[in-house]
């Protein structure tokens, strides 16, 4: 395949004018690329397939539904929308429950792995859809370790303090799926052991905590990594207590992840986030859950009823907010049309940072020879003109 006349995103953060090619579903050079197909990008930007490493579901499914249904269809609106690359996050739900979502998972993701290893995979996607969807190539584990006092949409029967034992059968269990585990530090005595167990196999995030500034500190100068959905689900930042965002700005080696929906954070916050952090710390994720895609109404996250109206999530029982209504491409638009985020940095939150994060910049998360042909293209207005996966147009 050929794609003509676009504006291509480099790994320097820029676009540039020119044509992408694509060979055995991999970006090539031009003397390898296949020639058969050529696609007008009629000007175009062309961007890497993003990847959302934290949301929930979408499109009346949930990833804790713990069905193959359930997968399908979670992976085939993500492609669509142009998120080729998902990690989904686990709810704090009963111990055997979240072994079966991850089991599931596992068996999911050998499933896509075996049809896309298939030489005759074109042929049989078309029967199961499956290699049209995101690929599946992390767990994030939001719960069960958390902070009764900032639970949010979190059911606080099911919270567990965090141990090592218990950490490990859901990595196994995953065979190795889960790349991020949450914590609480302030309620867990034996964190720094924790941490110190786990920080080698997976990424340690501080989730869904009350912390205070000393304790993440703590935290993170022993190896935990990233804040999940900074601002939300922490104590706020302020001139005498910092708190967790404080203790992220002053650890170089933390990722934080931002919901962009318009919802969650104030646009002047998402600002200064990013002249606190720079871009290269900052991953936008969705946090999507359920009812993502679907009309305003009443639905469930994590057992629990939420209601969505006009773009936002809230638990029936204290009006709280419960994940965001929007995808991941649509958080990017967000950022740049409605925040004053630069577009190419905005790319690289949402595709190059996750990647980089997972570890997995190596063959995704940029438009770059020998990587997965993932690319999507945004016209003018960054509406999704088309939606190019392992060199397949999907959509």
Do not use: W
Request: charged share 20%; proline share 4%.
């Amino acid at each position: 395949m050929i794609i003509k006349n676009v504006k291509i995103y480099t790994e320097e953060k820029s676009f540039r004018e020119g044509s992408i090619f694509i060979q055995n579903g991999a970006f090539c050079a031009e003397s390898d690329a296949d020639d058969t197909e050529v696609f007008d990008g009629k000007g175009c930007y062309a961007i890497p397939g993003l990847i959302d490493l934290h949301f929930h579901g979408c499109a009346g499914y949930d990833f804790c539904d713990g069905t193959t249904e359930a997968l399908d269809k979670i992976s085939e609106y993500e492609a669509a929308a142009g998120i080729t690359g998902i990690s989904p996050a686990t709810m704090t739900l009963p111990f055997d429950e979240l072994e079966h979502i991850l089991r599931t998972a596992y068996e999911y993701q050998s499933s896509q792995q075996s049809l896309a290893a298939d030489q005759n995979h074109t042929e049989n996607t078309a029967a199961s859809g499956c290699c049209h969807g995101a690929d599946l190539i992390g767990i994030n584990m939001e719960g069960p370790f958390i902070s009764s006092t900032k639970k949010g949409a979190q059911d606080p029967r099911h919270i567990l303090q965090c141990d090592v034992k218990t950490a490990r059968k859901f990595i196994n269990s995953s065979g190795g799926l889960v790349k991020f585990i949450g914590i609480a530090p302030e309620e867990n005595p034996d964190y720094l052991e924790f941490i110190a167990q786990l920080k080698d196999q997976v990424n340690i995030s501080l989730a869904h905590t009350n912390a205070d500034y000393d304790t993440a500190m703590s935290a993170f100068g022993a190896g935990a990594n990233h804040a999940v959905h900074l601002y939300n689900a922490m104590p706020p930042f302020t001139h005498r207590s910092p708190g967790v965002v404080g203790a992220v700005a002053d650890s170089p080696h933390v990722y934080a992840e931002l919901i962009c929906d318009g919802v969650h954070i104030h646009p002047s916050v998402v600002r200064a986030t990013f002249r606190m952090l720079g871009e290269d710390r900052i991953i936008f994720i969705s946090d999507s859950m359920r009812a993502t895609g679907m009309p305003d109404g009443r639905y469930t996250l994590g057992g629990l009823d939420v209601d969505l109206k006009d773009n936002r999530v809230t638990l029936v029982s204290d009006g709280a907010l419960a994940g965001s209504a929007s995808n991941l491409m649509q958080c990017m638009r967000t950022a740049v049309t409605q925040m004053g985020i630069p577009l190419e940095t905005a790319v690289a939150c949402a595709a190059v940072n996750p990647a980089k994060c997972l570890g997995v910049y190596d063959s995704r998360g940029s438009i770059t020879i020998g990587k997965k042909a993932d690319v999507v293209l945004l016209d003018g207005s960054l509406k999704t003109a088309a939606v190019i996966k392992d060199g397949i147009k999907i959509r």
